[in-house]
C-alpha cells in the first residue's frame, strides 16, 4: 500500500495568494493553477485581465511540472534542436509546456502538487510561480 502526500485546498489557496500578490505587484494580471502530485487541477484563479488563451496553459504548466519533478523552464533548455528532449512539447496530446512559469510543490523531496502560471513574460510567469512557493514554504515554517 502506498502513502500519497498531496496538497490540501489551504495549501492551494496559499499558493494561489502568494502568486497573485506578486502578480499585483509587476501589475500583470495571471492565470494561476494548482494541481496536486497526479496533475490534477486543485484550484484556479483567472485574474481580472488574464488572457483567456493562458487558462489551459496555466494547468498544463502545473501538469508538466510534476511530471517532470522540474520546472518547466528546464523542459524548455533541452527541447531546442540537437537537444535530447527535442520535440518533447507535442508529447502527451500537447499538455507538455516547455516555456517557464511551471513549478513543481515539494514536501520532504516528495512532489505533492504543483503551481502553473500564465499571462505575462516567461520570466514574469516564473517570479509569480516563485512567489506562490515561497508563500507556501513561509506559511508552513
Same mark, same amino acid.
Given at each position: ?43 484556479? %484563479?483567472?485574474?481580472? @485581465?488574464?488572457? *483567456?488563451? =493562458?487558462?489551459?496553459?496555466?494547468? +498544463? ?5 510534476? &511530471? !517532470? ?5 528546464v523542459l524548455g ?32 523531496? %516528495?512532489?505533492?502538487? @504543483?503551481?502553473? *502560471?500564465? =499571462?505575462?513574460?516567461?520570466?514574469? +510567469? ?5 512567489? &506562490? !512557493? ?8
Open positions: 500500500m502506498l502513502t500519497i502526500k498531496r496538497l490540501d485546498i489551504q495549501e492551494a489557496s496559499v499558493l494561489i495568494a502568494g502568486a497573485r500578490t506578486k502578480a499585483e505587484e509587476i501589475d500583470v494580471p495571471m492565470c494561476i493553477a494548482i494541481t496536486d502530485e497526479s496533475g490534477n487541477l486543485i484550484a484556479f %484563479e483567472r485574474m481580472d @485581465g488574464g488572457k *483567456v488563451t =493562458s487558462i489551459n496553459l496555466a494547468i +498544463d504548466k502545473s501538469f508538466t511540472a510534476i &511530471g !517532470i519533478k522540474k520546472g518547466t523552464h533548455e533541452v527541447n531546442q534542436p540537437g537537444k535530447p528532449a527535442h520535440g518533447i512539447s507535442s508529447a502527451l496530446g500537447g499538455r507538455m509546456v516547455v516555456v517557464a512559469g511551471g513549478l513543481p510543490v515539494f514536501s520532504d523531496g %516528495e512532489v505533492i502538487g @504543483g503551481i502553473g *502560471v500564465s =499571462s505575462g513574460s516567461p520570466e514574469q +510567469d516564473l517570479k509569480v510561480a516563485e512567489a &506562490g !512557493i515561497q508563500a507556501l514554504n513561509q506559511k508552513q515554517t
